[in-house]
């Protein structure tokens, strides 16, 4: 129920500060939308001032989440929903799809109280570029990874380099065919010619 409340605490905070996407979710109140990521199930009702709140009843729309596309969703945002599998009530299926595409979060609007607005833009600005390096060097490890393995210590193939060996097995066994019945045509004219 922990990491349920602390999901509903976050989206809260993000719609307390858009409140046009509050006005999105008013119509729906009472809905419930269950997030299924395997293990876990996190259920969210609207409430009448179109904020989120925990749900027990069953849901309206649900969110399927394999574990495996959750890096990918967390890298892509904007393609989240390209991820997930959707099931149940169209509409509010699709009003959630918008939410999550709008939905943001401002470090910037987060700090400000805290440091002041020119401390909030530097420390955003080097929150993002120190993600942007993290993202490019971890992109460069795993192609250099994927290259060792590709090229100096052969483990893995690439695709068309397996498909070419099938491609030359499946030669081969046509010529050791064509091979096979050429030898029993030349046996066949031997046994004849000799009899």
């Known amino acids: 129920m922990l990491p349920e409340r602390s999901l509903i605490g976050v989206i809260n905070h993000l719609l307390s500060r ?10 729906h109140a009472g809905k419930v939308a269950c997030l299924d990521v395997s293990l876990t199930q ?8 179109g904020l989120m709140q925990p749900a027990v009843i069953e849901p309206n729309v649900t969110i399927t989440v394999q574990p495996a596309n959750i890096p990918r ?10 991820y997930v599998t959707i099931s149940g009530d169209a509409d509010f299926a699709r009003v ?18 805290w ?13 993002r570029q120190f993600l942007r390096t993290a993202k490019s060097t971890a992109q460069n490890l795993a192609e250099n990874m994927a290259e060792y393995w590709l090229e100096e210590n052969p483990t893995l193939l690439y695709r068309h380099a397996g498909d070419d060996f099938a491609a030359e097995v499946a ?3 046509d010529d050791v065919e064509r091979m096979s019945k050429r030898i029993e045509q030349i046996e066949r004219r031997a ?5």
């Open 18 to 27: 858009q409140p046009s996407l509050r006005d999105k979710l008013r119509p």
């Open 42 to 49: 996190f259920k969210l009702s609207v409430a009448t001032d």
């Open 73 to 82: 969703i967390l890298s892509d945002m904007d393609r989240a929903f390209s």
């Open 96 to 113: 959630i799809s918008e939410l999550a595409n709008e939905l943001r979060w401002d470090l910037e609007e987060e700090l400000v109280p």
């Open 115 to 127: 440091v002041g607005d020119i401390a909030a833009v530097r420390i955003a600005n080097a929150a």
């Open 171 to 173: 030669r081969l066994r």
């Open 191 to 195: 046994r004849t010619g000799a009899a």
